[in-house]
């Protein structure tokens, strides 16, 4: 009785509602959404590292101190004097990954020095560096676009693994809603006669006392009612154990839900090996990637690097142009020419063979996807028929259960017809739990 007034006071929902507020209540969608948003920040990570980076550090000014003696051929003896060196630097450094698979970096350094003697005239000047360093593989040119390209597998594998983690949620609060829907439906009209039966025992029970009542017409008819009895207790537990797990999914503790739709089965089908087969997919590009990479690495190499620095008097600026003479600079080309590295090549066909095993599973899970899907046609075929012969089975048995005279029948023409209800509507929601479970595989292009 106080489950029948806990869902009369309980919130109609639909199983679209009930959809929705999975997706955003439950807690492997949310755990699942986050590792997409991990997955593209990773990739959008990756794609950045072709913008320049740059760093500046300064140094604060450093004091050295030494005492040292020189030899002047006009003195016998050696003079000693003392100097202090004063320096402050600071070094600022710009480097990014070049389109064509190399990397550019220039650094430029540029020092302060103060130097006081008791001997020498005292000096201030500038010294300064700018220097570049390029390096770029021979083979491969689009080297730098392979950690693209696998960050990018990696947020597709990520919104994958999301699609299937909603699928998963989804598919056991169909089956919930439909059960409990089902249960829920059946429950309305069986606490009904449950409460008589309990009646007729106490009536059965007096009759006995009295004498108008044998011993086996009692067992008899207590054993038939103690079934009724029985069977809404059981539906009243299968209620209370379905909302709980509907709860976790959807976050309401009481609701009322409607008689599910016919599913349409609108778009095109993938069933869960299609996700299989994607990511397999993926797995292999990543593998060929390295295959590509590891080749790459054991090729030839060009090295370029340049340096130009000045040395100059009072201001940088002034340094620069009116002591231009004395600046430096220089420049060197290197190739690099792997000769020997067995352990790279050994990997190399080691990555070859697992991806010849990868291959094969590809090819695999294709005929599967092709059998799965024959299959999810013909079957949708045949649960439609299924499902219009238990509604109308469940409908005419729910109507001989409503309009008999149950006071009129014996405990056993009583059970018989329960019986005949419940399990005409536990059929019919079998057939429509199959239909809703065989749409998840249906996706609206």
């Known amino acids: ?42 990739y959008r990570a990756e794609v950045l590292k072709f913008f320049p980076k740059a760093s500046i550090t300064a140094y604060l000014p450093t004091v050295t101190y030494s005492q040292e003696e020189v030899n002047y051929p006009a003195y016998p003896n050696p003079i000693d004097y003392w100097k202090r060196t004063e320096q402050g630097i600071v070094t600022v450094d710009v480097s990014m990954l070049l389109p064509v698979g190399g990397n550019i970096s220039v650094s430029y350094d540029l020092t302060k020095i103060n130097e006081i ?27 730098p676009y392979s950690s693209i390209r696998t960050g990018n597998n990696a947020y597709l594998k990520s919104v994958r693994n999301y699609q299937k983690t909603t699928r998963n949620v989804l598919r056991n609060l169909r089956s919930y809603y439909i059960d ?34 044998d011993d086996i017409e009692l067992l008899q008819n207590e054993g038939k009612l103690g079934l009724m009895i029985l069977k809404g207790m059981e539906i009243e537990s ?21 008689e599910p739709k016919i599913p349409e089965f ?18 292999l590009e990543d593998l060929n990637q390295q295959i590509i990479d590891n080749r790459r690495e054991n090729g030839p190499s060009l090295e370029v690097s340049g340096y130009y620095g000045f040395r100059g008097r009072e201001e940088e600026v002034q340094a620069m142009y009116e002591e231009f003479r004395k600046n ?31 291959q094969e599973r590809e090819n695999s899970y294709r005929r599967e996807l092709n059998i799965e899907i024959t299959r999810i046609r013909s079957e949708k075929e045949k649960l439609l028929v299924k499902l219009q012969l238990a509604r109308t089975t469940f409908l005419a ?36 739990k199959e239909l809703y479970l065989l749409d998840i595989n249906f996706e609206e292009e």
């Open 1 to 42: 009785m106080f489950l029948f007034l806990v869902l009369c006071s309980a919130i109609n929902l639909s199983l679209p509602q009930a959809e929705s507020l999975a997706v955003v209540y439950s807690s492997e969608i949310q755990s699942a959404h986050h590792q997409v948003l991990n997955a593209h920040t990773q």
């Open 117 to 143: 003697s008791n001997l020498y005239e005292d000096e201030r000047y500038y010294q300064s560096s700018l220097t570049l360093n390029i390096s770029q593989p021979l083979w491969g040119s689009i080297s």
């Open 180 to 213: 409990f829907y089902i249960y829920q439906r059946v429950y309305q009209h069986v606490d009904t006669m449950v409460k008589l039966a309990q009646r007729q025992i106490d009536e059965i029970e007096y009759l006995y006392q009295q004498g108008y009542v």
């Open 238 to 258: 299968e209620i209370n154990q379905l909302k709980d797990k509907i709860n976790l999914i959807i976050g309401i503790d009481q609701f009322n839900l409607a």
């Open 266 to 283: 609108n778009g095109e089908i993938k069933p869960d090996i299609w996700f299989e087969l994607q990511d397999i997919q993926a797995e």
């Open 328 to 358: 430096r600079w220089g420049v060197s080309v290197g190739i690099n020419i792997p000769l020997l590295d067995l352990p790279s090549r050994r990997q190399v066909q080691s990555l070859e063979h697992l991806r010849d095993a990868y």
């Open 397 to 432: 048995s729910e109507k001989v259960f409503l309009e008999s005279s149950v006071l009129d029948l014996s405990a056993s023409e009583q059970l018989e017809i329960l019986e005949d209800y419940t399990d005409a509507m536990e059929y019919y929601g079998s057939v429509l």
